[in-house]
């Protein structure tokens, strides 16, 4: 019997798809080598956002949680019961057994750490789609956490004032009017944003607002 992991992701305002998507790519990882795996979101969202065979609660064995949110009463809960406790990107102190991050943004002294960009969890589409593909001569703004300070807006007007050619990319629970007001190039959630992923010369982007 193979191992049983719950993923705990964050998804709320001000957060964005970024937690929910790249779980469910790490879902799918554990799948293909036998783990089951339960997706559960900190706050209730549509259950249409969640894949159905990750919608099927079980005991786990591990716990792994994806926010950047303060966890440590989550973490506590399910030691003490026990379980084995993994936390990606974040950097508050709690009991937990393992810290996976791609940057060392600050010192964590709690449990095993594992940090580098070999810990990146790409999307397997977003892998497929830039083999082979030529670049073109735009720079990608995509920011995480729904934009919630705007930031898109200043890039978007300064790479212009540099004659630099951009496009910027808003998800789907962005919610303010401000880029709209500056005669930006813009797209809202674009089916196609692997492939203008893809395409980019350069990419901007950020977790979080």
Same mark, same amino acid.
């Given at each position: 019997?193979?191992?049983?992991?719950?993923?705990?992701?964050?998804?709320?305002?001000?957060?964005?798809?970024?937690?929910?998507?790249?779980?469910?790519?790490?879902?799918?990882?554990?799948?293909?080598?036998?783990?089951?795996?339960?997706?559960?979101?900190?706050?209730?969202?549509?259950?249409?956002?969640?894949?159905?065979?990750?919608?099927?609660?079980?005991?786990?064995? =591990? $716990?792994?949680? +994806?926010?950047?949110? &303060?966890? *440590?009463?989550? @973490?506590?809960?399910?030691?003490? %019961?026990?379980?084995? =406790? $993994?936390?990606? +990107?974040?950097?508050? &102190?709690? *009991?937990?057994? @393992?810290?996976?991050?791609?940057? %060392?943004?600050?010192?964590?002294?709690?449990?095993?750490?594992?940090?580098?960009?070999?810990?990146?969890?790409?999307?397997?589409?977003?892998?497929?789609?830039?083999?082979?593909?030529?670049?073109?001569?735009?720079?990608?703004?995509?920011?995480?956490?729904?934009?919630?300070?705007?930031?898109?807006?200043?890039?978007?007007?300064?790479?212009?004032?540099?004659?630099?050619?951009?496009?910027?990319?808003?998800?789907?629970?962005?919610?303010?009017?401000?880029?709209?007001?500056?005669?930006?190039?813009?797209?809202?959630?674009?089916?196609?944003?692997?492939?203008?992923?893809?395409?980019?010369?350069?990419?901007?982007?950020?977790?979080?607002?």
């Amino acid at each position: 019997m193979g191992y049983k992991v719950k993923i705990i992701f964050d998804y709320a305002d001000g957060v964005g798809y970024g937690h929910l998507k790249r779980c469910t790519s790490l879902a799918y990882a554990f799948q293909k080598v036998g783990i089951r795996v339960y997706l559960e979101p900190v706050q209730p969202i549509s259950p249409n956002l969640i894949p159905d065979e990750f919608q099927t609660y079980f005991d786990p064995d =591990v $716990i792994i949680i +994806d926010s950047h949110r &303060d966890v *440590s009463s989550i @973490v506590r809960s399910y030691k003490s %019961d026990n379980k084995k =406790v $993994i936390v990606l +990107d974040n950097f508050m &102190d709690d *009991s937990r057994d @393992v810290s996976i991050n791609v940057f %060392d943004q600050e010192s964590i002294t709690i449990g095993r750490k594992f940090s580098g960009f070999e810990y990146l969890i790409i999307r397997p589409d977003v892998i497929e789609e830039i083999k082979g593909a030529c670049k073109g001569d735009y720079v990608l703004i995509t920011l995480g956490g729904e934009d919630i300070r705007n930031q898109s807006h200043l890039l978007g007007i300064e790479l212009k004032s540099r004659n630099v050619e951009n496009l910027i990319v808003l998800g789907p629970r962005y919610n303010s009017n401000k880029v709209d007001e500056i005669g930006l190039n813009i797209s809202k959630s674009p089916e196609n944003f692997v492939k203008l992923l893809s395409k980019a010369r350069y990419v901007i982007c950020n977790a979080g607002g």
